[in-house]
């Protein structure tokens, strides 16, 4: 059964700042990965995904990810971060076992960023 | 595009009585909806995946009679907790897949907060 793990909880960051939200998987079989955003009180938002191709992804708000395949890795990063990207940030995948189907997630990392 | 909606944003209700809550595609048509609940400071759990015209999958542990989802038509799932317990307060998220194309993405509707008194 496929796993992700964020191992950061919560991740700190001043304004201006790079930042790297780290996101490994577990799995035998093709995926397809994903990162959401989600503000307080809302629903998840779409960050960015890969589903086949270029391993360097770029998604909305300036946000890229790269797919390590070898390390079964999708770590997500922004050159130079705003307050405003303060929010919970979500790794998910999905499984070729699954049709694709199904999302599990990972268990999410809270950015801060301070001025 | 890929605009969904859920109804109501938040709801109270007294432990015992059922509440009905809908997710909409918007501007899509969605074969497939999924229901995931979040407790606070966690992650999403899948619930179950809402079928069009057919019953819906749920996942392990969770109870289809407490949880029923109904999917009549292409664009609206709803999720209907039956007799509701201050346990069953969460964070409720609805999910949908576009029919229309053979992606995988998911489209998460804004949530629906349940408090049951």
């Known amino acids: 059964a496929q796993s992700v793990t964020q191992l950061d909880s919560q991740v700190p960051v001043f304004e201006e700042a790079p930042v790297e939200l780290r996101c490994n998987y577990s799995?035998?079989?093709?995926?397809?990965l994903f990162w959401y955003v989600q503000y307080p009180n809302q629903g998840l938002q779409l960050l960015l995904k890969?589903?086949?191709?270029?391993?360097l992804v770029k998604g909305i708000n300036g946000f890229e990810a790269e797919f390590n395949k070898s390390q079964t890795s999708f770590h997500l990063r922004k050159p130079s971060v705003h307050i405003s990207d303060t929010a919970e940030y979500f790794c998910?995948?999905?499984?070729?076992?699954?049709?694709?189907?199904?999302?599990?997630f990972g268990t999410g990392t809270r950015l801060l960023v301070s001025p | 595009g890929a605009v969904v909606s859920q109804h109501p944003s938040r709801v109270i209700c007294k432990s015992g009585t059922s509440v009905k809550i809908e997710c909409r595609s918007l501007?899509?048509?969605?074969?497939?909806m999924f229901w995931y609940r979040q407790f606070p400071k966690q992650s999403l759990m899948l619930m179950a995946t809402?079928?069009?015209?057919?019953?819906?999958?749920?996942e392990q542990g969770v109870e289809k009679d407490k949880f029923l989802i109904n999917h009549a038509s292409l664009t609206l799932s709803t999720l209907t907790v039956t007799s509701a317990h201050p346990e069953d307060s969460s964070f409720y998220i609805c999910?949908?897949?576009?029919?229309?194309?053979?992606?995988?993405?998911?489209?998460f509707g804004p949530g629906t907060r349940l408090l049951v008194l």
């Open positions: 890969y589903l086949s191709g270029s391993t």
């Open positions: 501007d899509f048509q969605a074969t497939t």
């Open positions: 809402s079928n069009e015209g057919s019953k819906a999958t749920y």
């Open positions: 799995s035998s079989v093709s995926v397809y």
């Open positions: 999910s949908a897949r576009d029919s229309g194309t053979s992606e995988a993405t998911q489209y």
């Open positions: 998910a995948v999905s499984e070729l076992d699954t049709g694709f189907q199904k999302l599990v």
